[in-house]
Each structure stands twice: as C-alpha cells, then as structure tokens.
C-alpha cells in the first residue's frame, strides 16, 4: 500500500484538535477593514471549529493528521 498524499493546502488551513476537531481560521480578516465594526474584526482575529459535516472531507485530505 504506497503512502497517501497530504492536501498541501489544507494543511496550512486546518490545524486538529487534541479532541480530534478541526481549527480553522476566518475569512474576510484581511483588507478592507474600516467598513467592519470592531466587533466583528476581533471576531474574525479568533480560531472557530469547523462544522462536524465538513470533517470526513477534511479527514481524507488530512490523512496523518
């Protein structure tokens, strides 16, 4: 069985849990910033979990994660 390929770009995208989720950054944080209220911003700035139906697929392109 030869070794599986790691999704290069998911890999700099998601980062696992010690729980085994799944981190992820959020977008819309980069330019443009004065139109956004400061709440919003610092929300942004934080890490969220990736939703459970989205972790199988993030699984397969992470496989030794």
């Not at 799944?22 to 977008?27: E, S």
């Not at 400061?38 to 942004?44: G, V």
């Amino acid at each position: 069985m030869p070794k599986l390929k790691t999704h290069r770009g998911a890999a700099k995208r998601f980062k696992i849990t010690a729980s085994g989720k799944f981190k992820r950054g959020h977008a819309f944080a980069r330019h443009i910033l004065t139109s956004k209220d400061r709440k919003r911003k610092r929300k942004l700035g934080k890490n969220a979990i990736t939703d459970k139906t989205d972790h199988a697929r993030i699984a397969m392109m992470l496989p030794y994660a």
